[in-house]
């Protein structure tokens, strides 16, 4: 027999970014707690509201299922003496296991106790078990209310458990579990009798709760799309803002409101921005992309007085718009150049100047790299009055009034300014990618700037000993590195890491050598980490991963590469024929040191074939390294398997005759030479 399991954790208004992450670790508690019980389901659900946490356990069973375990005790030889009776070992383990010593089972040398337990009924775990599950949840915030020493993200105020029509009894912060829950704040009136799972869903929907958020999202984009289309436009349904809006409501009702045109004159960021991160709207835009003088919003409740809802949107983003107008107009007035000296007011880091000096850094290291990437000598200017330029818009009003504008409006200012356009997408694309999913930078400039902002930023902030550890990274750092890290392989980079962060210790005037030494060594390593991360999202094999990281990472695209050429021939014949040579080669000469090989101490037809076949393939390699054609050069190490097979078929390496033994060994260190800077073979598992 089964039965369903229904909890509900009702709680003050919890933070919309909090409930996705709260409601996949309930249900991953739950699957791990069942399995810990040995309690079978057929399925478990999580739903939610900005004032609940509920849990769905469909077909429980009303048992555990039983258990036998056998449990290894001490040595025959201990548990029995000469006479084969049990000793104070043997009687103790037994008694210890709950077993009777003539029932200890003899195997391997050792006695076991096979100890059978019987599984026991559930509704008597479950008063345990669901507090054990509450208490799991973790938020990135938490709260603490009374003299309580729980810690939630918000109070506790009701607690729902029912197992089939039972309620399974137990009390968390005061507060004791029943079969009643509540409706909407405002439009549900008293308590709500829920006498199981099955009914729970349509009682709450007859009291003006949505429960289940994904009937929730697809109801307020099915209402934006709809009045859209009223209003002749496109809604513009940014995915991240829908996720936060459907923990922001139970009972959504979507509305259109309008603005002024006037406010169409500004540049169509500082309206977005304002609807979308300060107001929770959705703007609508025309059919040939245009944005229109109207925005969606979705209120927690129906359509009753829904025109003074309305109206009072209507009003607040009117007075947001009123302000970005007016910061528009008077950051128009002085010049994004002039605005450069301001930054002198404004601190960087602790010890590491303001944001003046940064910029100075910014276009010594912005130029640093374009040079090392062989960029036109006419561009040169431009790459340096964009780094120049690049964080000269925080200091107007308008991105002090909304940050995140920070990039947008320097490259607006730019442009009205007459300002080149490459110099103008620079300060805008320097800051990408902003967030996990953002587009990269497209032009060469904004690459340029964005990798020397990052890498500053990077180093500047582990120089003060600020490393990122555990989940903690307040200055997003990590972020920042995937970021180098991606745009260096998306636009194909040849760059080298350890020469970017010499320089920018440079610029820091870090100039001890035991310091920066070790700077060096833990930005290089924090790089490395990024790249494990990327190439393991991309489904490389760890083995190969380590492999590539082991040869060298100090050009990230270079090692993105190999790692991707060896990945697409992972499992094939003749990337394990060539693994096993190399790497039994490689056994061979791990602590010899090279040598050079001397072809009159040949003794075997085998060792001239594979040094002949060494230097074609030295030849060939040489050639596609420059090409960085990875697969290529996996091929021609494919071809060597076997000559390598035969060298080892028909030569004993390791003979009397030193001078012949180290012959041989210096041909095969040379061999294993050749592989050296693709990857560490002995790494990849076969």
């Keep these: 027999m089964s039965k369903d399991l229904l909890l509900e954790i009702g709680t003050e208004e919890i933070p919309a970014k909090f409930m996705p992450g709260a409601l996949a670790q309930l249900e991953k508690i739950a699957q791990e707690k069942l399995s810990e019980q040995r309690i079978s389901y057929r399925e478990i659900q999580t739903v939610g509201t900005p004032r609940r946490l509920s849990l769905i356990v469909r077909d429980m069973a009303e048992q555990q299922a039983d258990r036998k375990s056998e449990n290894k005790g001490p040595s025959v030889k201990i548990a029995f003496d000469a006479a084969g009776q049990p000793t104070k070992a043997a009687q103790g383990f037994a008694?210890?296991?709950?077993?009777?010593?003539?029932?200890?089972?003899?195997?391997?040398?050792?006695?076991?106790?096979?100890?059978?337990?019987?599984?026991?009924?559930?509704?008597?775990?479950?008063?345990?078990?669901?507090?054990?599950?509450?208490?799991?949840?973790?938020?990135?915030?938490?709260?603490?209310?009374?003299?309580?020493?729980?810690?939630?993200?918000?109070?506790?105020?009701?607690?729902?458990?029912?197992?089939?029509?039972?309620?399974?009894?137990?009390?968390?912060?005061?507060?004791?579990?029943?079969?009643?829950?509540?409706?909407?704040?405002?439009?549900?009136?008293g308590d709500i009798v829920v006498n199981s799972a099955d009914d729970y869903f349509a009682k709450l929907a007859a009291n003006h709760v949505m429960v289940d958020q994904t009937i929730r999202r697809q109801v307020i984009r099915e209402q934006i799309v709809k009045i859209a289309t009223q209003q002749g436009g496109i809604a513009n349904i940014d995915e991240d803002l829908l996720e936060e809006v459907i923990y922001l409501v139970e009972y959504p009702t979507a509305l259109c409101g309008s603005f002024e045109e006037k406010y169409l004159a500004l540049p169509p960021e500082a309206v977005i921005t304002p609807m979308r991160e300060h107001q929770r709207y959705f703007p609508v835009f025309s059919q040939d992309g245009k944005l229109l003088p109207a925005f969606i919003t979705v209120r927690n409740g129906g359509a009753d007085y829904i025109d003074i809802v309305r109206h009072g949107?209507?009003?607040?983003?009117?007075?947001?718009?009123?302000?970005?107008?007016?910061?528009?107009?008077?950051?128009?007035?002085?010049?994004?150049?002039?605005?450069?000296?301001?930054?002198?007011?404004?601190?960087?880091?602790?010890?590491?100047?303001?944001?003046?000096?940064?910029?100075?850094?910014?276009?010594?290291?912005s130029v640093f790299i374009a040079q090392n990437m062989g960029v036109a000598a006419d561009l040169l200017p431009l790459i340096k009055q964009g780094a120049h330029l690049a964080k000269a818009d925080l200091v107007t009003g308008m991105v002090y009034e909304f940050t995140e504008l920070q990039g947008v409006m320097g490259r607006e200012y730019a442009r009205l300014n007459g300002e080149n356009a490459?110099?103008?997408?620079?300060?805008?694309?320097?800051?990408?990618?902003?967030?996990?999913?953002?587009?990269?930078?497209?032009?060469?400039?904004?690459?340029?700037?964005?990798?020397?902002?990052?890498?500053?930023?990077?180093?500047?902030?582990?120089?003060?000993?600020?490393?990122?550890?555990?989940?903690?990274?307040?200055?997003?750092?990590?972020?920042?590195?995937?970021?180098?890290?991606?745009?260096?392989?998306?636009?194909?980079?040849?760059?080298?890491?350890?020469?970017?962060?010499?320089?920018?210790?440079?610029?820091?005037?870090?100039?001890?050598?035991?310091?920066?030494?070790?700077?060096?060594?833990?930005?290089?390593?924090?790089?490395?980490?990024?790249?494990?991360?990327?190439?393991?999202?991309?489904?490389?094999?760890?083995?190969?991963?380590?492999a590539v990281i082991t040869a060298g990472t100090d050009n990230i695209y270079d090692a993105w590469c190999r790692a991707k050429a060896i990945a697409a021939i992972t499992g094939t014949d003749a990337l394990s024929k060539a693994v096993q040579a190399f790497s039994r080669a490689g056994n061979l000469v791990k602590n010899f040191a090279a040598a050079a090989i001397n072809t009159d101490l040949f003794m075997d037809e085998a060792e001239k074939k594979l040094y002949l076949a060494y230097e074609e393939a030295r030849t060939k390699i040489d050639a596609l390294r420059v090409r960085q054609d990875y697969e290529e050069i996996l091929t021609v190490m494919a071809e060597m398997a076997a000559t390598i097979d035969a060298f080892f078929g028909a030569v004993m390496v390791m003979v009397e005759d030193l001078n012949i033994r180290n012959n041989r060994l210096a041909l095969l260190k040379a061999i294993t030479g050749l592989t050296a800077s693709l990857a560490d073979v002995s790494k990849i598992i076969i």
Excluded: C
């Design 422 to 546: 490459i110099v103008a997408d620079a300060i805008f694309e320097h800051y990408l990618p902003r967030f996990a999913g953002d587009a990269l930078p497209e032009q060469i400039a904004g690459r340029i700037i964005s990798i020397a902002d990052k890498l500053d930023n990077i180093v500047a902030t582990f120089s003060r000993g600020l490393i990122p550890s555990g989940s903690q990274d307040p200055f997003a750092l990590r972020r920042q590195a995937l970021g180098i890290a991606n745009i260096m392989i998306r636009a194909q980079l040849q760059l080298s890491l350890p020469a970017l962060v010499q320089k920018t210790m440079d610029l820091l005037q870090t100039h001890d050598p035991e310091r920066r030494e070790r700077l060096l060594q833990e930005v290089t390593e924090f790089f490395r980490l990024r790249l494990r991360n990327i190439l393991a999202d991309e489904g490389v094999r760890y083995d190969v991963i380590d």
């Design 95 to 189: 008694r210890g296991q709950g077993v009777a010593v003539a029932n200890l089972v003899e195997k391997d040398g050792y006695v076991y106790a096979v100890v059978q337990e019987v599984g026991q009924a559930v509704a008597g775990l479950l008063p345990s078990l669901l507090p054990e599950m509450i208490h799991s949840i973790s938020f990135p915030k938490n709260m603490r209310w009374g003299d309580l020493d729980l810690r939630f993200a918000r109070p506790i105020r009701w607690l729902l458990a029912l197992y089939g029509s039972e309620v399974i009894p137990f009390t968390i912060a005061g507060v004791s579990s029943g079969n009643k829950t509540r409706g909407h704040r405002f439009l549900s009136k």
């Design 313 to 365: 949107n209507e009003r607040v983003l009117k007075a947001r718009l009123a302000d970005a107008k007016f910061f528009f107009e008077e950051d128009k007035k002085v010049p994004l150049r002039d605005r450069v000296e301001r930054l002198k007011t404004i601190v960087f880091q602790e010890g590491l100047g303001t944001l003046y000096d940064k910029t100075l850094r910014l276009e010594q290291l």
